[in-house]
C-alpha cells in the first residue's frame, strides 16, 4: 500500500523553464510534507518542507503548494537550471520521526 | 562539520552471508534512522532511533533485520543469513532531536547478495 505516490517517473524541460513535481498521500494523518533532491552515489539532501498548516511554502526558487483537501503537493522549480537535474522524493511523516517516501521522480534540465 | 558517514560504501556478499553496515550520526544529533531504495524504488523506512528510547523497529522487513546504537551515537545495521530481495542501497539519517527535525543523510551502502 502505497501511502505517497509520485505518478511521474521523469520529467524533461528547458534551462529557465518551470519545473513542476507532483506528488499525492493517502494518509490523511500526515502533518508534515518534505521534497528531497538525490544525485547518483550520494544520499538525499533536504530540499523544502511545509508542515500541514500551510499551503505553500517558498525558498528561493524553490515554492511547495500543498493542497489537504485534494492529498497533493506539487514542488515548483523556476527558474530550472541544469544543476537542478537529479532524483526529487517527496516524503511525509505523521508526526513520528520516520518518514514515507515516493518513488521519486527524475528530473532533467536541458540547457 | 562532518556529515552523516557510512561504512563500507559497497558490499558483495553470498547469499546466506551476514553482514553489518555501519553508520556514524551527525555529532550532537540525538535521532537516527535506517532507510533503504531498491532498485527503482523509493526510500523504505526500516527503523528509528530517538535519544533513549526503544526504538521503532516497525519497518523491519524480517527477523533477519535487526540493529542497534550504542552510547546513542554509531549504529549498526545487522542482516542475518542474507538473501537476493536483500540488494538494496542502505542509507542511515541523523537529525538534532528527531519530530520534525530535518534528516541529513549519508551517502548510503550499497549491497549486492549474490
Known amino acids: 500500500d502505497q501511502q505517497v505516490k509520485q505518478n511521474s517517473p521523469s520529467l524533461s524541460v528547458q534551462e529557465g523553464r518551470i519545473s513542476i513535481l507532483n506528488c499525492d498521500y493517502t494518509n490523511s494523518m500526515f502533518d508534515y510534507f518534505l521534497w528531497y533532491k538525490k544525485y547518483p552515489a550520494e544520499g538525499p539532501t533536504f530540499l523544502i518542507s511545509?508542515?500541514?498548516?500551510?499551503d505553500k511554502n517558498e525558498d528561493g526558487r524553490f515554492t511547495v503548494f500543498l493542497n489537504k483537501s485534494a492529498k497533493h503537493l506539487s514542488l515548483h522549480i523556476v527558474p530550472s537550471q541544469p544543476g537542478d537535474s537529479a532524483v526529487y522524493f517527496c516524503?511525509?511523516?505523521?508526526?513520528?520521526?520516520?518518514?514515507?517516501f515516493g518513488q521519486g521522480t527524475t528530473l532533467q534540465v536541458k540547457p | 562539520g562532518a556529515g552523516v558517514s557510512q561504512s563500507p560504501s559497497n558490499k558483495v556478499t553470498e547469499k546466506g552471508k551476514d553482514v553489518e553496515l555501519r553508520c556514524d550520526p551527525i555529532?550532537?544529533?540525538?535521532?537516527l534512522y535506517w532507510y533503504r531504495q531498491s532498485l527503482g524504488q523509493g526510500l523504505e523506512f526500516l527503523i528509528y532511533?530517538?535519544?533513549?528510547?526503544?526504538?521503532?523497529k516497525s519497518g523491519l522487513p524480517s527477523d533477519r533485520f535487526s540493529a542497534e546504537r550504542t552510547g546513542g551515537s554509531v549504529s549498526t545495521l545487522t542482516i542475518q543469513r542474507t538473501q537476493q530481495e536483500d540488494s538494496a542501497v542502505y542509507l542511515c539519517?541523523?537529525?538534532?532531536?528527531?519530530?520534525?527535525?530535518?534528516?541529513?543523510f549519508g551517502p548510503g551502502t550499497r549491497l549486492t547478495v549474490l
Open positions: 532511533f530517538q535519544g533513549n528510547s526503544a526504538p521503532d
Open positions: 539519517a541523523s537529525s538534532l532531536t528527531g519530530l520534525g527535525d530535518t534528516q541529513y
Open positions: 516524503a511525509a511523516s505523521e508526526n513520528t520521526g520516520k518518514l514515507i
Open positions: 555529532s550532537g544529533h540525538t535521532a
Open positions: 511545509i508542515s500541514s498548516i500551510k
